[in-house]
Each structure stands twice: as C-alpha cells, then as structure tokens.
C-alpha cells in the first residue's frame, strides 16, 4: 500500500483543465514545501514534472502547475492534450525513516 | 545531456542476490544524489535510498538495511545496488535515479531505463 493517497483516477476532454490530489499527513506533504510530480507512460521510467510543490524543470509545459494547502498537494494539468494520458504519482520528503514517499499514482485519461 | 544507463533484466532464485549497476554520463557524478526506486507491476514506486552527497553517507529505509548495498565506482561514473535474500515480493522494476544538489536530493531528474529483476523458482 503506497503511502501518500490519490484518486485512482480521473478523465477530462481536451481543452480542459483537471486536478489530481495527493494527501498525508504533516509529518510529509503538509510539513515541508517538499512534494514533487512526476508522469509516467507505460513502459517508461518516471519524468519529473513539479518540484518544490510548484517549480517546473526547464522543458515542462507552462500547463503543469503545482500546489499544496495543509496536507494536501494539488497537480493541475491545464488545456489537456491527448498526449497528456499517462499515470501520475506524487512524491513528498518525509521526516520519517522512509525519507521519500509517493503515491499510488492517477491514471488520467483524455476523452 | 545526462544519461543514466543500467545493467540488463535479471531472472533470479529465491534467497540469492541481484546486483544492478547505473552508469552516469554527461553530468557530474559524484555532486548529485544517486538514488534507487523499485515499481512492481501496478503499483506506485517505492524509494530505496542511495548514495546522497547531502547526508555524507547512503541512506535506506529500515526495511531494507539489512539486504541492500549501494557502491560507487567514481573511474567509471557507475553506481551499484545489491539486494540479498531476495524473495518474489521482490520482483520489480529498479531504477536508479539521479537527485538535485545539496536539498534537493529526493527531486529525481534523471532516472535510468530499469531494469526488470524476476524472482522466481
């Protein structure tokens, strides 16, 4: 069982804009401006897409946004595209002995 | 450009090891965190640990101290991770993936390709 929790899935049309939670506690997303994003196709490893709750990496798509409030990180994807379909996963530091967390991952799909 | 590559799919019987090599290029090797992810099948990924600059020392989660070993060979910008006592709960994919500087350790932004580890009779 992954430790941060996100919704299994969400769906949205093109030219939307979705949002994907990620929750815990404040020992991890709720304690630290620590919570990442990556999207991963099948098949592939992992890309980040957030860091820090809201930074983006040189070459992520201005339609990716970040953020958090208490213990809950937010992923907005704006003007879907149909490319966007992939899984999701947050990840947060955390000041357990497991020092990084992540989700169980959001299967989004492009109608 | 930065490029993480790692050893090849390993088929393994329960109780042995597996030995996963990452080898760094295009980047520093030893100012970043190098870090070891594992997906099983269906399942959000799960961190390891790894050899991070920032704590002076690898780190891991309890659960696994007694069964994994992160090594580095700077000569060859490679970094390893072995897994003992394997069992099949332990097939997965393993990445090795690299972190940012200094605190930005557990932001992941290179990763290798992984590499499918089977434990299997």
């Known amino acids: 069982q992954s430790a941060l929790t996100q919704p299994a899935s969400v769906s949205g049309s093109p030219g939307q804009s979705i949002t994907i939670s990620c929750t815990r506690t404040n020992s991890d997303v709720g304690g630290f401006n620590a919570v990442s994003w990556y999207q991963q196709v099948p098949g592939k490893a992992p890309k980040l897409l957030i860091y820090?709750?809201?930074s983006r990496p040189s070459g992520v798509s201005s339609r990716f946004s970040g953020s958090k409030s208490g213990n809950t990180a937010s992923l907005t994807i704006s003007g879907l595209q149909a490319e966007d379909e992939a899984t999701f996963y947050c990840s947060s530091y955390s000041n357990s002995d497991t020092l990084v967390l992540f989700g169980g991952g959001t299967w989004l799909t492009v109608l | 450009q930065v490029q993480l590559v790692q050893s090849g799919d390993e088929v393994k019987k329960p109780g042995s090891s597996v030995k996963v090599s990452c080898t760094v290029s295009?980047?520093?090797?030893?100012?970043?965190?190098l870090n070891w992810v594992r997906q099983a099948p269906g399942q959000g990924p799960e961190w390891m640990g790894g050899i991070i600059p920032f704590f002076g020392s690898p780190k891991f989660p309890q659960r696994f101290q007694d069964r994994v070993t992160f090594t580095t060979d700077e000569s060859t910008s490679t970094a390893y991770m072995e897994l003992r006592s394997l069992t099949p709960e332990d097939s997965a994919f393993y990445y090795c993936a690299r972190g940012g500087s200094g605190t930005f350790w557990h932001y992941f932004d290179y990763w290798g390709q992984g590499t499918r580890v089977t434990v299997s009779s």
């Open positions: 820090a709750v809201s």
């Open positions: 295009g980047g520093s090797f030893s100012s970043f965190a």
